[in-house]
């Protein structure tokens, strides 16, 4: 048997709003790559190398993580421990745009144009016919 749905709604709530202010040792990292069996290479604001979160079994098989996605990182789970995990996911981002606006939001993660050579300078060649041969 499944589940119960009051779990899948608890967790779905407690992921959609962001706190007012995150805790000591919680980052917000961008998930990079996923290694499989619960685990998530993740890249943090400070540009070093990506670190190994574990998704807890609280969030697995009910909140599903993309590449490209944002997720919350405790980077104190793990300290006792001698292993080659770096910390494990204590929130997942799911309402980006609620997120963003807040204080603790890195800068590193500001959201990008979806066409980076796009801008308002250059002239716009949307509805125009291609140059012909004899004009260039």
Do not use: H
């Not at 040792?25 to 996923?34: C, N, Q, T, Y």
């Not at 540009?47 to 996605?69: A, N």
């Not at 995990?85 to 929130?91: F, H, S, T, V, Y």
């Amino acid at each position: 048997m499944g589940k119960p749905k009051r779990t899948l709604l608890a967790t779905a709530e407690q992921t959609s709003s962001p706190p007012a202010e995150l805790a000591e040792g919680l980052i917000i990292a961008r998930v990079r790559k996923i290694e499989g069996n619960n685990l998530y290479s993740v890249d943090i604001p400070t540009g070093t190398e990506p670190l190994l979160v574990e998704l807890p079994s609280r969030f697995r098989s009910q909140i599903w993580i993309k590449r490209g996605g944002f997720v919350v990182v405790n980077q104190n789970a793990f300290e006792s421990r001698n292993n080659k995990l770096d910390g494990e996911i204590a929130n997942v981002v799911r309402d980006e745009k609620q997120w963003r606006k807040q204080a603790y939001w890195p800068s590193e993660f500001a959201k990008q144009s979806a066409f980076p050579g796009d801008s308002d300078n250059e002239e716009s060649t949307v509805g125009k016919m291609p140059p012909s041969d004899e004009e260039t």
